[in-house]
Each structure stands twice: as C-alpha cells, then as structure tokens.
C-alpha cells in the first residue's frame, strides 16, 4: 500500500528526461511514462534491400518478426497496468515502415483483405486499451481506423486533439450515423498518400470541432468534394469552427471552398472563423482571391495569412481592410512561378510608397508581414574583362576586402524607414515583417498576433 501511495503522490510529476540524451532509449522511456506513450512499429533498414527478393507472404512474416510482435507485447503491457490505463492522458501510435516496402507485401489499402488480416492483430489490441482511458491527444500515422475507434473517442469526456497522418478508413460510415465526438476538439489531418477529401467524412463526427488544419502535397493537393451528393449539409463545421489552415490547394480548387464556406456559413447562423491560412500553388489571381474574400467578409477575422497570391494590385488592400476590420494580422506572400522554395521573397508590383497609404483604412491592424524583397537586384556583368584580358596584373588586382569595402556604398539596410512610413498611415501597427523567415512556418505557429518571431523592423 506503501508503494501505491507514493507512485500516486508522485505520478504527476513522473520522469522529465533529456530526450537528447536518451534519444536510443525510447522503449525505456516508454516503459516508465505515464501520462504520455508512444507505441511504433520501428523500420528495419536491412528489410529495405530484403522485401525485393522475398514473396508477399514471406515479407510479410518477416515484417511481424521484427517489430510486430514488438509492438503486440507494449500493447499487451499498457493492458495489464491499471496505473497506467488510468493516468495515461496522450497516445501516439505510429507505424515508421516505408509504403513501398508494405506494397511489395500487399498489406496497403489497396489490398484491403491483405491489409485487414495484417492489422487486425495489432488493431484489435490497439482498441482494447482505447476504450479503457481517458485521452485528451490522439495521435495516429499510417494506422487504419475503423468504426470502433471511433466509438472509443466518442466516449472520452476530456478528448481535445486528434493527428492523422496516412491513415486510412477502413470502414465506411452511414451518412444516417448518430455516432458523435461531443467534446471540443482541433483536428489536425496531413497526408502523402491518401486522398484528404476522404477524411472530410470524419469531420461530421465532431459536433464542436474548434480547429481544423488539413496539410497535403502539392503533388497530392486537397480539394473539397464539393459534388458529393448532400456533402455541405453533411459536413458543415462551420457552427463551431473558429481556425481554418489548408496547405495545398490548386487555384482551379479555390471556388468549391468558397461555395463551402459561404453555404455551410449560412445554414450555421454565421461564420465564426477568428484565423484562416490558406496555401496555395499555383498563386490566386484576382478573381479567385476576390471570390476568396467576399466568402470570409461576414467571419470575424482577426489573423490571415494567405501564402500564394499572385495578384497584388493597391485595391487588394482596400478589399482587405473593407472586409474584415477586426483583423489585427495580416500575412501576404506573393507566388512566383516557379518559386524556389515555400515563401521566397520577391518584388512586388508597386513601392513602398503606393502601398502604405492603403493601410489607413486598417482599424485596428498590429502586425504585418510579407515577402518583399529588399536586397539588390543582382545584375552580373563582365566587370574584370579589362583584367581578364591583361592576365590580371598583380598591381591591378585588388584583394576581396577591398571589393567588400567597395560594395558597402551600394548595400542599405536601414529598413526602418519603411515601417515608420506605414506607421504614418496605420497609427496601431507595431511590426512590419519583410523577411522570409514567417512563411516557413507551419500548423498554428505564426498565427497569433505575438508570434510574428521573425527579423522585424522596429517602429
């Protein structure tokens, strides 16, 4: 009884650990946590080279040899230690093996008997400890789910964030379905491989959805079925949604989420989105970004970040600052095709100048950032022909410190003046942000008005 009062006492601050330090000892700390646990199929390199001279049967014996089994046994222990059903408050279960390793076995989706019969096994023990705790994270990857995980989350009073990576349905719900997840929840749905518009039919089951963040690839980009038959009355979290992140989005897609917004908006009494991020490739032209902006205006919008525009006129600002006068920040990245990276600064239409007067119709607008570029515009030219053709003469030719000293008098980075001739036009704006570094960021980060972390011109 001894022992039980003082792992009670002590539980809520069991084991911080240098997860640098121990970084190789993930059973172990597995073994001991207990509010947190991660359970993970680990890949084997050395099956990598084996899977392409083994037959499906014997890649898939292979497969449960080495970590399978592995994992059953964790699973086993979780079920046999009340302590730590009871405590345990954030589960991740991932599987680490590599698609096409798991395709040579016929174990993916695409092989759904093959699939079912690998991952029953592992499921089955999976959902056992599901509908025995009480989680408020639940984090999943390349893990089927099925109805009665569902049925498990739907049960958990203090459940609050749902991950899924790769993960497939492996059961089709009714649309007639009473099955619910009342608490409030933030969803967060990322895929390479799967198509996300499947898992909008998740998004029915989350009566108080409060976050949505649904990140796919550009060469797997997301588009809301919209042609489903009764897809917007069905899927309508409009009631309730207050952050909206889509990360990719082609611009011919742009419209079936604009007639979502607008109709689920209306049939929800009002649109309660406070922060939207879309990101789009290729950029939105006028149309699409008008159309894009008409569907938000009756949102309380207090944070926008629209990363992939490619029409960047005065009058944008004017669309802006008329639809949404709560907004406090405001993020705009300009698309260049093609672009080298994810936010690269670039030149924008008009100067400074034109596009600071706009800012007076911004009421209350603190911060804003975009990717304007500020350096130099390189303009290589055969400047040491002259020595070239001499053999470049020692006497002539200068060491690289004094072609640095020479440069200085072309380089300028006194950017402060741009921010206070913004500030002249927006009396409320506290940072101006003109570098690249905001629009790597991903998920929530970058998003609340003290989170503009990157280098800002002062004011």
């Not at 650990?17 to 993930?26: L, T």
């Not at 890949?43 to 890649?59: G, H, T, Y």
Request: charged share 20%.
């Amino acid at each position: 009884m001894a022992c039980r009062a003082l792992l009670d006492a002590s539980s809520p601050f069991a084991l911080k650990v240098n997860w640098e330090v121990f970084s190789n000892y993930n059973n172990v700390l597995n073994s001991f946590s207990i509010q947190s646990r991660t359970l993970a199929l680990r890949f084997d390199p050395s099956i990598q080279l084996a899977s392409f001279s083994l037959q499906p049967d014997q890649l898939v014996r292979l497969l449960q040899d080495a970590k399978y089994d592995l994992m059953a046994e964790q699973l086993d222990f979780t079920l046999a230690h009340t302590q730590i059903l009871r405590r345990m408050r954030v589960l991740c279960l991932r599987n680490d093996w590599l698609i096409d390793v798991l395709g040579r076995a016929a174990v993916t989706t695409s092989e759904p008997e093959g699939y079912i019969d690998f991952w029953e096994p592992i499921l089955q023990k999976f959902e056992d400890v599901l509908c025995r705790i009480n989680l408020t994270h639940l984090e999943l990857s390349k893990v089927g789910l099925d109805i009665r995980v569902l049925e498990c989350l739907s049960e958990m009073s203090s459940f609050r964030t749902l991950k899924l990576l790769d993960c497939p349905f492996l059961a089709i719900l009714p649309p007639e379905t009473s099955l619910r997840i009342a608490s409030e929840v933030n969803a967060d749905f990322c895929s390479d491989h799967i198509d996300l518009a499947s898992y909008m039919e998740f998004v029915p089951l989350l009566s108080r959805l409060r976050c949505l963040v649904i990140k796919a690839y550009k060469d797997n980009a997301f588009r809301i079925p919209i042609d489903r038959p009764d897809f917007i009355q069905r899927c309508n979290p409009f009631g309730t949604l207050e952050r909206l992140y889509i990360r990719y989005m082609r611009d011919m897609d742009v419209p079936g989420l604009c007639t979502w917004v607008r109709t689920s908006g209306a049939s929800a009494g009002g649109l309660r989105l406070t922060r939207f991020k879309p990101v789009c490739a290729p950029g939105l032209q006028g149309p699409e970004l008008t159309d894009l902006i008409d569907a938000l205006a009756p949102a309380p919008l207090r944070v926008l970040v629209s990363n992939g525009i490619a029409y960047a006129e005065l009058s944008l600002f004017d669309r802006l600052a008329d639809a949404f006068p709560a907004l406090k920040a405001l993020t705009l990245a300009l698309y260049r095709d093609p672009p080298l990276f994810e936010g690269e600064v670039c030149a924008w239409l008009h100067a400074t100048w034109e596009y600071a007067p706009r800012f007076a119709r911004f009421c209350v607008l603190k911060h804003f950032a975009w990717n304007l570029h500020t350096g130099p515009v390189p303009a290589p030219f055969p400047w040491d022909l002259p020595l070239m053709e001499a053999a470049y003469p020692e006497s002539e030719v200068k060491r690289a410190e004094e072609w640095e000293l020479g440069m200085e008098g072309h380089m300028f980075s006194e950017w402060n003046c741009i921010a206070r001739m913004f500030l002249a036009h927006c009396g409320t704006l506290e940072s101006l942000v003109l570098h690249e570094s905001t629009f790597h960021r991903t998920g929530w980060e970058g998003w609340d008005s003290e989170d503009h972390a990157s280098v800002r011109a002062a004011i």
